[in-house]
């Protein structure tokens, strides 16, 4: 069954309906365009949390009734997510749980690189979880971007050429949450094998709004690892996963250590178990994951297809509705916007950016993000900024730290919402709100 009634719809979630307090102590309707961020969870999914939480039990270790049952659908997750994702080669991916994309990523790159001569190749474009892992572990190299931020990938392939087969990972978001710019991750994957190295994908902002297919069209394009949280796609708890090759966590030791890593512990040996197990130590999070598989299949009884369509929608007339307003700077491409997804960035001349967000929360009740959104690099370069421009708050007091505002929309966003944004954002820009 498809939902296409966007009442319905709202009606899914937790929390759209609660009123919040603008600075005159009034009760009003929020807004909430701050999804890139945090997503609410859907309704059916904390039921389901409660409904499990009577047969919860651990996991792998117990032989009661409870903890069969909770062990068998920890299991079953796994299957439901590689199916999700179009793993068509089983046994050759694995499934492991971590708390979000930060950690996934962290584990990755304590995992993955193995000597010391080892590039990892990523880009400018990156959240900081995509680029501070990678910085710590050794080698990294990147990918500029251009004028209108996007990846030039032509320097990908130059770089993979020049390395003489020492980049063995690439990692690059699958979309920009500054710009939701979406990456040609199939493209870029064809391309990553070409010279012997492997794609990361962080999939943070790409999961929550169209379908991504790991194993792709060809043996060329498939996509090497995934990592997602569960926070960005309407799922409450803290839950984050990697769908990568087993291969490359077989040789490697766990970045953690601890119960349900091992199969056996001697005085001065360890043998680990294999990948997964081996790579999740500790109490999983059992209820989160659950959650997580409940909201996507809410997700796909939705259909992909539709939230496109709508999200591609909001963006447009946002876009439409900045050009009009006098004083705002957009940033990105706002003409060619067919590869963005639902996020808009833009700045009112001669206002800072957590005063605008202020207004537009405490005046409307409209929630959006302001600072650079922990891209740092990214942003100082569509704003077109020096480093020394960029620094020069941490010295001066009289200085403050540069950033932009964010809009960023969710499958249950409408266009009534947006168009309040538009006309309160108008009043600011003219200053008939302070």
């Known amino acids: 069954m498809k939902i296409e009634n966007k009442e319905n719809i709202k009606d899914l979630f937790v929390g759209l309906d609660e009123k919040v307090c603008d600075s005159d102590g009034n009760c009003i309707d929020g807004i909430n365009f701050d999804n890139a961020a945090t997503t609410p969870p859907i309704k059916s999914s904390i039921e389901y949390i409660k409904q499990l939480s009577n047969t919860y039990a651990s996991i792998g270790?117990?032989?009661g009734q409870k903890a069969e049952i909770t062990t068998n659908l920890y299991k079953e997750s796994k299957n439901f997510l590689l199916d999700f994702f179009n793993v068509k080669?089983?046994?050759k991916y694995v499934v492991i749980y971590v708390s979000n994309t930060t950690e996934g990523i962290n584990k990755l790159a304590k995992t993955l690189t193995k000597t010391p001569d080892e590039i990892v190749l990523t880009?400018?474009?990156?959240?900081?979880?995509?680029?501070?892992?990678?910085?710590?572990?050794?080698n990294v190299d990147y990918i500029e971007v251009d004028q209108q931020g996007r990846l030039k990938l032509e320097e990908l392939e130059e770089k993979l050429k020049k390395s003489n087969g020492k980049i063995k990972y690439v990692s690059l978001t699958g979309a920009s949450n500054v710009t939701g710019y979406i990456n040609h991750i199939h493209f870029i994957a064809k391309l990553v094998h070409k010279y012997g190295a492997k794609l990361i994908v962080d999939g943070a902002q790409l999961v929550p709004h169209t379908r991504v297919n790991i194993s792709g069209d060809t043996d060329d394009d498939q996509i090497d690892f995934l990592v997602f949280s569960s926070h960005k796609i309407y799922s409450p708890f803290g839950i984050g996963v990697i769908i990568g090759l087993k291969e490359d966590f077989m040789d490697a030791d766990p970045d953690y250590l601890g119960?349900?890593?091992?199969?056996?512990?001697?005085?001065r040996e360890v043998k680990f178990l294999t990948p997964p197990e081996k790579n999740e130590a500790g109490t999983p999070n059992f209820l989160g994951v659950m959650s997580l598989v409940n909201s996507l299949r809410v997700i796909n009884t939705i259909g992909y297809d539709y939230i496109e369509k709508h999200e591609r929608l909001l963006l447009e007339h946002t876009i439409e509705g900045l050009k009009k307003i006098p004083k705002i700077m957009n940033y990105g491409d706002t003409e060619n916007i067919s590869d963005r997804l639902g996020i808009a960035t833009f700045n009112i001349e001669d206002m800072y950016h957590h005063d605008v967000a202020d207004i537009l929360a405490k005046k409307k009740g409209i929630s959006v993000r302001h600072g650079w959104f922990c891209s740092h690099p990214y942003c100082r370069r569509l704003m077109n900024v020096s480093e020394d421009e960029a620094k020069e708050f941490l010295d001066n007091p009289d200085k403050k730290m540069l950033g932009m505002i964010r809009v960023s929309f969710a499958l249950y966003n409408s266009i009534e919402e947006v168009d309040t944004f538009l006309n309160v954002l108008e009043d600011i820009s003219l200053r008939k709100i302070k």
Do not use: Q
């Not at 880009?123 to 050794?138: A, I, T």
């Not at 119960?259 to 005085?267: A, I, N, P, Q, S």
């Open 259 to 267: 119960g349900g890593t091992v199969e056996l512990v001697m005085d």
């Open 89 to 91: 080669d089983k046994d």
């Open 61 to 63: 270790r117990g032989t």
């Open 123 to 138: 880009s400018r474009m990156e959240h900081h979880s995509n680029d501070l892992p990678w910085r710590k572990r050794g």
